[in-house]
T-cell receptor, first 113, second 117 residues
Framework: SAVISQKPSRDICQRGTSLTIQCQVD?????MFWYRQQPGQSLTLIAT?????????ESGFVIDKFPISRPNLTFSTLTVSNMSPEDSSIYLC??????????FGPGTRLTVT | AQKITQTQPGMFVQEKEAVTLDCTYDTSDPSYGLFWYKQPSSGEMIFLIY??????QNATEGRYSLNFQKARKSANLVISASQLGDSAMYFC??????????????FGKGTKLSVKP
């Protein structure tokens, strides 16, 4: 299995500011996925990050609000921009490694006040 | 379109007893994978078990087994000998291998399991 770390583990931010979440994997992986879990809800895919190309965003998520970087095969960042209280969620990254098994990072619990 | 349905919002089980969490799915992909995750109150998503649609035998991992019935499109999770630490949210998820899938998972709404001492 892959070991995934995320930073920060939690944060409290003021509306209008931005937060960058880091995801680090201990193995080289092709795809990394970013999910959002709003309070009491299930997980929703934000975007898929493939190294060397632009991230692919799901309907309802846009690059200006959630810019993603994927500089190499073990690292990615997700930025939550111009935050509002509706952005208060758990943000999780995941990878598929080895083939077909998918593992998640510990998550970033974001509260926007 | 792919869909995962978990019809049990909450379940109670007595410690040391077995419990089955239901999951049905819908997909047009000829090949797909089914997952179960545990999410304790800390928020992390813990991988429990995986079943490929082409696997002939049901997957097992320690106290977890996946009751895969392809014709019924069901992938129920069975937890044997429940422990207090099993109290958590449980999510069923699916990944398709065709139709332009990039490998992301589609999740059900989850089942909250409470283990009583």
């Amino acid at each position: 299995s892959a070991v995934i770390s995320q930073k920060p583990s939690r944060d409290i931010c003021q509306r209008g500011t931005s937060l960058t979440i880091q995801c680090q994997v201990d193995s080289q992986v092709t795809m990394m996925f970013w999910y959002r879990q709003q309070p009491g809800q299930s997980l929703t895919l934000i975007a898929t990050a493939n190294q060397g190309s632009e991230a692919t965003y799901e309907s309802g998520f846009v690059i200006d609000k959630f810019p993603i970087s994927r500089p190499n095969l073990t690292f990615s960042t997700l930025t939550v921009s111009n935050m509002s209280p509706e952005d208060s969620s758990i943000y999780l990254c995941s990878v598929e490694y080895p083939a077909e098994e998918q593992y998640f990072g510990p998550g970033t619990r974001l509260t926007v006040t | 379109a792919q869909k995962i349905t978990q019809t049990q919002p909450g379940m109670f089980v007595q410690e040391k007893e077995a419990v089955t969490l239901d999951c049905t799915y819908d997909t047009s992909d000829p090949s797909y994978g089914l997952f179960w995750y545990k999410q304790p109150s800390s928020g992390e998503m813990i991988f429990l078990i995986y079943q490929g649609s082409y696997d002939q035998q049901n997957a097992t991992e320690g106290r977890y087994s996946l009751n895969f019935q392809k014709a019924r499109k069901s992938a129920n999770l069975v937890i044997s000998a429940s422990q207090l630490g099993d109290s958590a949210m449980y999510f069923c998820a699916m990944r398709g291998f065709y139709g332009g899938s990039q490998g992301n998972l589609i999740f059900g709404k989850g089942t909250k399991l409470s283990v009583k001492p």
